[in-house]
């Protein structure tokens, strides 16, 4: 039944209450009225390790993990978990590599690091970029998937849902970095500790239907009943390969989508901006711990649906279809909807936290990028309080944008996780490839960055489109493969690596012109022995890497 007894509103209240009153705690202790506005978007020195590592987890982690990754995990199994066991690698390079650069160069932002390399039209250009990705595209997702899932557990109206949580992580992110950080591991408790609970009770379903009872009995089950939800590497004649190609996923386009998102963007690394090299690799290491149980969290609900649809328990398959066809996504919400009253409520809390703190972190990130690289800029002379207050407007009216255009956007039929990352794919290369080179290349010019992100760009739509107007089929050979639809077409994350190579290739070949032309270039401040390691962080980091050799090495 689609809505939330007693005992669940009064696990939801403690829920609210405690991040409520938490952050107002926060914010009366740490709240300056002389803070400067890097203090306010950055927390300058304020979050400790566990605050900024509980932060980047919290932001990441949303409807769409919650939602979208169960799916995948109904219709592919644990090979989706490739993205979270990825992401626990990609963060220790970013913590190796990128973080000693931004924090050397006194980098805050995304578009101070462009203007500071490139010059100010390329980092103009990419500000408003993600201004409008931010909002129209993140935010607005964030906001409507969010709410249908919650409305859909609850029962609550879909407009209550998206008003409620879009005013819950308002009144947070007024308070700054700061409150949204400290009240972040709150939130990260809340969605760790419901999103088990639901792991725990979905495979106990499993090991109850087939009668024995325990996780480890139903962990048992469900490798046997569902063996091919087990394998992390695809082979080509997989059903599920075009969104998972094979190696690709330890070797191609993974790295670019992970690299990308962890390394290079505001929503993410603005978590460690503010914290010395110390405390920023510490929280980075602290969430790729986190991100190696995530799969535990996401993933295993999924695949435990899958065996009780296969068992059309607890009416299962007229629940998870619509209109004849099968949704992955709805595994989720009807699990959840199993749940007794109180770990329900939990569970409801969980998804709550995730959607709010997803919020929260975006529209900080939004608020940061427009008052320091796009209003600063016009308006030089402007005081640290006047951009505090430039920020705060920021966040309310960036809210509102997102609550307008998500109640008119609608969902999309594919839906889902990976609906979501393909198309994320389509500007991710070219922006990777701006910016690793602009770290490690000190030759590459401005003009070599714009080609890599409009470029880039263009060269993703043409490999997608290109199956409509030219027959693949002799092609298949070399990468490409055939989609739900009959069509040859590349996947996705091979379109990644391809279109990542040939925008680094681009790249060089411009910047070598223009240097050979005399064009000056700004290069940042890199030496070696700014890469160099404390003795526990890499423990940590080895530590990790083993646990991924270890995963992979069972489940290949």
Request: aromatic share 14%; hydrophobic share 50%.
């Amino acid at each position: 039944m689609n809505k939330l007894t007693n005992g669940d509103y009064v696990v939801f209240a403690i829920y609210f209450f405690v991040v409520a009153f938490y952050g107002l705690w926060v914010y009366r202790r740490k709240h300056n009225a002389d803070a400067t506005s890097n203090d306010y978007f950055l927390a300058k020195g304020s979050l400790t390790w566990w605050a900024i590592g509980a932060s980047l987890i919290a932001s990441n982690i949303s409807a769409e993990q919650f939602i979208g990754m169960s799916g995948s995990g109904f219709k592919m199994g644990l090979a989706i978990a490739t993205y979270e066991w990825m992401a626990a690698a990609t963060l220790m390079i970013v913590a190796i590599f990128f973080i000693p650069v931004y924090l050397k160069n006194k980098i805050f932002t995304m578009p101070q690091f462009l203007n500071q390399r490139y010059n100010g039209t390329v980092a103009m250009i990419m500000a408003v970029f993600w201004l409008l990705l931010y909002v129209v595209v993140n935010l607005t997702s964030i906001l409507y998937l969010g709410a249908l899932a919650v409305s859909s557990i609850s029962g609550v109206s879909l407009q209550a849902c998206i008003w409620g949580m879009a005013i819950f992580a308002i009144i947070i992110t007024l308070g700054g970095m700061k409150v949204i950080g400290y009240t972040d591991v709150i939130q990260v408790f809340f969605l760790i500790l419901g999103g088990l609970v639901t792991t725990y009770i979905a495979i106990n379903l499993v090991s109850t239907h087939y009668g024995t009872t325990g996780v480890l009995n139903g962990l048992k089950i469900m490798k046997e009943q569902a063996g091919d939800h087990f394998h992390m590497i695809f082979k080509k004649d997989n059903p599920n390969y075009i969104d998972l190609p094979g190696l690709t996923v330890l070797i191609g386009g993974m790295w670019i989508v992970n690299l990308n998102y962890w390394g290079c963007n505001q929503y993410i690394t603005q978590r460690a901006l503010g914290a010395d090299l110390k405390t920023a690799r510490g929280g980075i290491l602290f969430a790729s711990f986190l991100k190696l149980l995530m799969p535990v969290i996401v993933v295993l609900p999924g695949i435990a649906a899958f065996i009780l649809y296969k068992q059309d328990v607890f009416g299962f398959h007229d629940k998870m279809t619509i209109s004849g066809e099968v949704n992955p996504d709805r595994s989720y919400p009807i699990l959840l909807n199993l749940l007794p009253s109180g770990l329900k409520g939990l569970s409801f809390a969980a998804l709550t936290a995730a959607v709010v703190a997803s919020l929260a972190g975006k529209t900080n990130s939004i608020a940061t990028i427009f008052t320091l690289d796009i209003y600063k800029k016009f308006n030089p002379g402007s005081t640290d309080k006047n951009m505090v207050m430039v920020g705060k407007i920021t966040v309310v009216v960036a809210m509102l944008l997102g609550i307008v255009l998500c109640t008119h956007l609608g969902i999309d039929k594919k839906g889902g996780f990976q609906y979501i990352q393909e198309y994320t794919g389509f500007v991710s290369p070219g922006i990777f490839a701006m910016f690793i080179l602009g770290f490690f290349w000190k030759k590459a010019t401005s003009n070599a960055a714009l080609f890599a992100t409009i470029g880039g760009f263009a060269l993703s739509v043409g490999f997608k489109v290109m199956p409509a107007y030219i027959n693949l089929k002799a092609l298949a050979p070399y990468g490409f493969s055939v989609n739900n639809a009959g069509v040859y077409e590349m996947p996705f994350l091979d379109r990644m690596g391809f279109v990542f190579l040939i925008c680094v290739a681009g790249m060089y070949i411009i910047s070598m012109i223009e240097n050979a032309s005399g064009k000056k270039v700004h290069g940042l401040e890199v030496d070696a022995s700014m890469f160099k390691m404390s003795k526990s962080f890499t423990v940590g980091a080895l530590i990790v890497c083993g646990v991924l050799v270890a995963l992979y090495s069972v489940f290949w």
